[in-house]
């Protein structure tokens, strides 16, 4: 089983709004991602936790906040997002944080910002 | 900066056609390769990995390695319209997790 969950599918919020997307895979993986990706455009790395903890930050603004509770869970906290931050947003997840392992997709959120 | 590249197409290819699809990437010392397949509104599923030169297949794909030219492609056998979608090629950077991504090729397969 390679199954990464997202939730929730969709998500339509004001600029104003503070809400949170949750992942979550039970394949025993130590390492997960959090993705941007607009339309025609590849995913573009956000985070990455390894051991539950940050390792990578690509210079995401602060309205975009991670948190990985345990193991098995990742959230990304939004607040006081622009229109232009409407994207899927996907969460993967792999055995760890080496290069030559496979990363494994969740179906994403398609976050909608008014 | 490291980089990866893919012509964007769209490639088309008429069904029962071999579709070739072919990346190149500039960090000379990556190990990984991955191809994922992105259809229209859904995330990436991955199709293939590779870490050796050579060929790998898996039932009407194949993936090639070649990297002292630095050189990594899929080929799709018996294409059929379900394999209309966008195919992203992936490497893994060489020092860290990240994943450097190409621009994906979109392959359209006719009936």
């Known amino acids: 089983d390679t199954e990464v969950t997202q939730t929730p599918k969709h998500l339509v919020m004001g600029m104003t709004n503070k809400k949170s997307l949750k992942c979550e895979q039970h394949m025993g993986h130590r390492a997960m991602y959090w993705y941007k990706q607009k339309a025609k455009k590849p995913p573009e790395l956000m985070f990455v936790y390894s051991y539950e903890k940050l390792s990578i930050n690509e210079s995401v603004p602060s309205r975009f906040s991670p948190e990985c509770p345990n193991s098995s869970l990742l959230n990304l906290h939004l607040h006081a997002l622009q229109p232009e931050d409407s994207a899927l947003y996907l969460c993967?997840?792999?055995?760890?944080?080496?290069?030559?392992?496979?990363?494994?997709f969740g179906a994403g959120t398609r976050l909608s910002v008014l | 900066q490291k980089e990866v590249e893919q012509n964007s197409g769209p490639l088309s290819v008429p069904e029962g056609a071999i579709a070739s699809l072919n990346c190149t990437y500039s960090d000379r010392v990556s190990q990984s390769f991955f191809w994922y397949r992105q259809y229209s509104g859904k995330s990436p599923e991955l199709i293939m990995s590779i870490y050796s030169n050579g060929d790998k297949e898996d039932g009407r794909f194949t993936a090639q390695l070649n990297k002292a030219s630095q050189y990594v492609s899929l080929l799709i056998r018996d294409s059929q319209p379900s394999d209309s979608a966008t195919y992203l090629c992936a490497v893994g950077a060489s020092n860290t997790g990240k994943l450097i991504f190409g621009q994906g090729t979109t392959l359209q397969v006719k009936p």
């Open positions: 993967a997840s792999s055995q760890d944080e080496g290069y030559s392992n496979i990363q494994y």
